[in-house]
């Protein structure tokens, strides 16, 4: 588990959790030893299921919950002991909270009118968020006369117009459809890029956390498993509950034979043997796991391998648009998902034959074997 968590080459972060735990209850964390730094004009998600902690990071940095223990700070000074009022942080919900009985203009130019900014200077501001996410149409509608992709850049205007220091972002896409929130997601990519905004995004969602962000914090029980930027935690977990939660994953399971080199050959229960990189302080007679993204699995040319191979029976292929889902057993309790490129259709295995799949030893890792967080 990697816990301690500072952006690369950052000298002092804008934004540092140091040791902070949260207790609703005295007795019980929801998260626990926390340690965060984020640079500033990083875009970082917080990436985990229900109930992990993430949520609650974002809060205790919003102001809206306290820490138990632990400080955060902001551009080197106390954050946690001022009230969210004064934190210069704008945030944007998943619902919106917009506030129905006034114009759009009237709503993105709120948090303005609560700082007493003069009206003149709140209707430019306003015009200028408004053009920032490309709304000055409907400056004098309601919310409900907007569709949900909208409001919901109604709500990130509103979050901008007072040109925070930081930008929190709780599940904003969460109730959008499937083509709105891709779309959303390039429009929000496109202001932190030119707006040079400093992010910190919650999601469930590991598609949205690896398109995004410049890194991704993965929590589970609490406590961040890992953070890294997206290709390093897709293709190097650091351990079992990353490999698994993060895209999909094959996963072979049995007992290490040899390790050498950084290199860990496990035995299958079937005798067969496989290998794969390892990180982790393992050690032989030990169970381990090999976890193998389903794109890296190909089917054998006759006397071709890429360095491990395994003979499966063909159970069942699907169409996917752009590839084939084939799903294979390769021993009496074990089973493997393949993803075949659509160029590959004319060469599809039938449902009940026998096939040699192959993979590249590095684009594999041999893991300790527990789902839970280490």
């Known amino acids: 588990m990697m816990n301690a968590a500072t952006a690369p080459g950052a000298a002092e972060p804008f934004i540092s959790f140091s040791n902070v735990s949260k207790s609703y209850d005295g007795t019980d964390y929801v998260v626990y030893g926390l340690n965060l730094a984020i640079n500033k004009g990083e875009f970082v998600a917080l990436l985990g299921p229900s109930g992990s902690g993430k949520t609650t990071t974002l809060m205790m940095l919003a102001g809206f919950e306290t820490p138990s223990k632990g400080e955060i700070c902001m551009a080197g000074k106390r954050l946690d002991d001022r009230p969210p009022y004064e934190r210069d942080i704008g945030m944007v919900f998943q619902n919106y909270a917009l506030f129905p009985h006034m114009s759009i203009a009237e709503n993105v130019g709120f948090p303005l009118s609560v700082r007493a900014v003069p009206r003149s200077e709140i209707k430019q501001r306003v015009s200028r968020a408004l053009d920032m996410v490309e709304l000055s149409h409907v400056a004098k509608r309601r919310p409900a006369q907007l569709s949900g992709g909208q409001q919901q850049r109604v709500a990130l205007a509103r979050a901008l117009v007072f040109e ?83 895209g999909e994953n094959n996963g072979l399971s049995g007992r290490i034979s040899r390790i050498e080199n950084g290199l860990a050959t496990l035995q299958l229960a079937n005798g067969a043997e496989v290998r794969g990189h390892t990180s982790q302080d393992l050690s032989v007679d030990t169970p381990g796991t090999l976890f193998l993204r389903p794109e890296q699995v190909s089917l054998a040319t006759p006397g071709v391998s890429l360095g491990n191979s395994l003979r499966g029976l063909v159970q069942e292929t699907i169409y996917c648009g752009d590839h084939h889902r084939v799903h294979l057993r390769v021993s009496a309790s074990e089973q493997l998902i393949c993803k075949l490129p659509n160029t590959w259709s004319h060469r599809l295995p039938q449902t009940g034959s026998e096939v040699e799949l192959t993979w590249r030893v590095a684009d594999c890792k041999v893991l300790a074997p527990s789902a839970s967080a280490t």
């Open 164 to 246: 925070p220091s930081l930008i929190l972002m709780d599940e904003p896409l969460g109730a959008l459809d499937k083509r709105l929130r891709e779309h959303m997601q390039y429009e929000i990519m496109r202001l932190h890029r030119e707006l040079g905004l400093t992010t910190v995004y919650v999601t469930h969602d590991q598609s949205e956390a690896l398109t995004m962000s410049d890194r991704v914090a993965v929590f589970f029980d609490g406590r961040i498993q890992q953070i890294a930027p997206p290709h390093e935690l897709y293709e190097q977990p650091h351990n079992a509950f990353v490999a698994n939660f993060v």
